[in-house]
């Protein structure tokens, strides 16, 4: 697929083209033609950062809806590590696995529990690889992607496992299949995501030909239903116990537990979406040396910090930290009877998309950059986005892309209509003489 | 031919930690719009980090300019002094004259001049004591 695909969306009729997603936007992905926004897609990475800034909740991700689920005759239920942390006083995970459960789902299979093998598959990975130091997570799709667009020479540094929702996913499927006799396709499987990131990987996948996810809900979405379901169920005494994971599988909802479940001490966990770029460029121009492994989050706080949450994410690490108490380092359960095989790496080359070049070859490239010089002389520099661009620069280079005009700078309009009504005011003046 | 180049310049102020690196990574930016491989913008940015930082540490500011061309990149980076005595040892690996203080900051291990001639395919240094250094480095694309 030449151009991404990704989840987040413009509601048009809420859009009042003003600058907020523009300014946000860390890929510079947005611009306002015409008073709507539009996200060039090939330079999204599915942050979701828009979608957390509009005021007017014009930016949206899509996924799926609860009735989807009726196409399938088995579903099961995929719940990311960080919505557990969407409630309060849970006392255990398995409330929440058993609330799925009498949601209507017929399975549960914690994507905690894959997390763990993936935890385990990395720690032998790292072992392994150590002419390539430090490796770099791949569980967060944003930061895949937007290595692969701006930083193409960190693409040797990211580890090529398949992420927990995917793992969890094909475990899910494979025990489903065992379990019931079914055929693949009259099995749901259903990932509960917390972010669009996750819906972009599940429908456009990353190292990977295709997802076991059949069908991807929003934790938001669905949160409501499932507060229901929990409070049917948590007077109940023994209920089944569902879970798959122990301390370090659900860690990885906030950042620095993934890195946590490596068991060294060698790492640097950055989350925030700025703040990872920073590191990213600081990892390019190989000022960070060193460590092992880097774990990056595009949200703050990680995972509990995704858009389609619905807990303040510093509460929600609260409540991970209160969970884990209990629990066991690793449920070994999983860990110990799962084989390694080559499906749990990726099988695709991750390229490089030079998005942001001008010009096919160095000559065009030079030429291009020169008139953006030659443009932004005439511009005031301010930076105000009034034009539909983030920034003059930006405006500039879409000029000489082809795709805007010197005319979408309001200053530069307003400088002609003053000299426009100079030029009749003296006309004027003439014909009176 | 003359005009077929991208010419970036930038004022190089001593012991300025605070924007030091800024113009290895506006020449890094600008490259990452240009049809140069992946490869070669990380060792421009990198020899161009090492020789700005050297500016801003040892020498007592100067000028960073970089020219862009079809088939090379060129940096040229000039300051007012003190100068290099002995070039040749500056060269060698883990020789420093760094104070405790920079030390401190996570400098002068000695790598920098190295770590330039490994990265680009020309480097050239005028110095001597007392007066300013020149360093030119040429990559070819
Ligand atoms: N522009 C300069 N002006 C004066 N002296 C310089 C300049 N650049 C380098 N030197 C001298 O050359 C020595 C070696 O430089 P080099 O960059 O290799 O190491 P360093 O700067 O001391 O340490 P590092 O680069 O590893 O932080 C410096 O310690 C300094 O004495
Ligand atoms: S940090 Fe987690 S929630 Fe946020 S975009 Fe990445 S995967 Fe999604
Ligand atoms: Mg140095």
Redesign the interface.
Known sequence: MDNFYTAVRLEEGLCRGCINCIKRCPTQAIRVRNSKAVIKTEFCISCGECIRICPYHAKKSIFDPLASLNQFDYKVALPAPSLYAQFNNLGSTNLVLNGLINMGFDDVFEVSGAAEIVSALTRKYIKEHRDRLPLISTACPTITRLIQI?F??LIENLIPIISPVDLAAHLAKERAINNTGLSPDKIGIVFISPCPAKVSAVKNPIGIEKSDVNLVLSMENIYSRLLVSLNEIKNKDNLEDLTMSGKIGISWGGSGGEAGGLLSDNYLAADGIENVIRIL?DL????LRDLEFIELNACNGGCVGGVLTVENPFLAKVKIKRLRKNMPLEKSSLTNYIEEEPYMYWSKEIE?KPV????????????M??EVETILEKFPGLDCGSCGAPSCRALA?DIVRGQASENNCIHIVRDYIHKLSEDIYLLDAKKIN | MLNDHIHLSYEIVSEDFARAGEAASDVKRVLKKMNVKPDIVRKVAIALYEGEINMVIHSLGGTIDVYIMPNEIQMKLEDIGPGIEDIDKAMEEGYSTASETIRNMGFGAGMGLPNMKRYVDDLDIKSGLGQGTRITMRVIL
């Open positions: 701006r193409p020479n460029e390019e121009d190989e000022k490089y942001y070049q001008l010009g096919g070859n160095m000559h065009e490239s030079i030429n950059l020169r280079e």
